[in-house]
């Protein structure tokens, strides 16, 4: 017999082992300083608040009718916020908006026996003849807001009303 396959089976078995020395050398050494990244977060851009360019806005030389979606906003808006049956909530919050509180009205808080009223209204006479009106309350549900013709003398609200004197 030759001892040519012994040979080679020595011969195979130094290159693997040289192989596998080689390798765990190569893992072993210690590579070039490692590579630093440096990211950043990009900056934090402040956004103005803007207005939404459908929110409605007071128009003073406009209509009641054009004026009524602001009147709709603020008072579902206070309603959402505090289902207030409170008159002055709703006229404070008209006023804030810049409508003219010397042109409102207002109906009691109160029953004739002390007790929450079940509705309440609010009115802003608009122009010479007519008015934004709003109603809310628990036997209301949910806020209800119109235009309205003026009554008598400049009135927009029903019967007895009271002194808006705040």
């Known amino acids: ?26 893992a072993c050494t210690p590579s070039a300083s490692p590579t630093r990244t440096v990211t ?28 009524l979606p602001l009147f709709a906003e603020i008072t579902a ?12 909530a709703y ?3 008209l006023v804030d908006a810049g409508f003219d509180k010397s042109a409102m009205q ?8 002390g ?3 079940e509705s309440i209204q609010f009115s802003v006479r608009w122009g010479d003849r ?4 709003g109603q809310v309350g628990p036997s209301t549900g949910e806020p209800v807001t119109m235009v309205m013709d003026q009554l008598a003398e400049g009135r927009c609200l029903v019967g007895r009303t009271r002194s808006i004197d705040w």
């Open 40 to 67: 950043t977060a990009p900056e934090a851009t402040q956004v103005a608040p803007t207005a939404t360019p459908d929110a409605p806005v007071l128009q003073p030389d406009g209509t009641a009718e054009e004026n």
């Open 130 to 133: 007519q008015c934004l009106v």
């Open 77 to 88: 808006d206070v309603w959402a916020h505090t289902a207030s049956s409170s008159g002055r």
């Open 115 to 117: 007790n929450a009223a």
């Open 106 to 113: 207002v109906t009691e808080d109160l029953t004739t026996v």
């Open 1 to 26: 017999m030759t001892r040519r396959p012994a040979l080679l089976r020595s011969r195979i078995a130094v290159v693997a082992l040289l192989a596998g020395l080689s390798c765990g050398l190569v």
């Open 91 to 93: 006229i404070d919050a």
